[in-house]
C-alpha cells in the first residue's frame, strides 16, 4: 500500500520537478507553425481582456544583423489582475512579469511553446503568501497555451 501511494505522490509532483529541471520553464508541442500558434494565443489572451505589451520577432531581428534563426516569437502580456498581486508581496517579481510565450521551431522542425512556470517564479523571489493566485495563474495558463498549441 504504501508503495502506490509513493508511486501516486511521485506521478502526481513530476510535472513540477520536470518544470524545475527545466529552470521553471514549461514547454508544449504545437500543431501550428510559430506565427499561427502565437496568433492563436494572442486571440485567446485577447478574448479573456488579457493586455497584450508586446510581439517580438527574434528571428527577424537576428535577419537584420546577418544571423540565421529558426522561426522564433515571442509575446508579452500581462493581467494585472492577477500580477500585481505577486508584487504586493515581493516587488522584484517585475523582472519575470508580464507573462511570456515563446513559440519556436526546433531542428527537427517541431514547434514548441515555451513558458514561465508561476510557481517558479513566486519561489524565485519568495513569495510563500500567494498560493491562490499561483493556483489560478498556473490554472490559466495551462489551458491558454494547451488551446493555442492543440490543432
Known sequence: ?????????MLLLAPLAMAKGNNGLISIKSAHSVS????????????????IVTRWRHDAAAKKVGIALRPTELLIFGNPKLGSRFFTSQQTAGIDLPMKALAWKDK?????LTYNDPQYI???HGIKN??????KMTAALKYLMNAAARP
Open 130 to 135: 500567494r498560493a491562490a493566485t499561483v493556483r
Open 108 to 112: 527537427n522542425g517541431q514547434v514548441w
Open 36 to 51: 499561427v500558434t502565437l496568433d492563436r494565443l494572442e486571440g485567446l489572451l485577447t478574448k479573456k481582456g488579457i493586455t
Open 122 to 124: 513566486a519561489d524565485r
Open 1 to 9: 500500500m504504501k508503495r502506490y501511494l509513493l508511486i501516486g505522490l
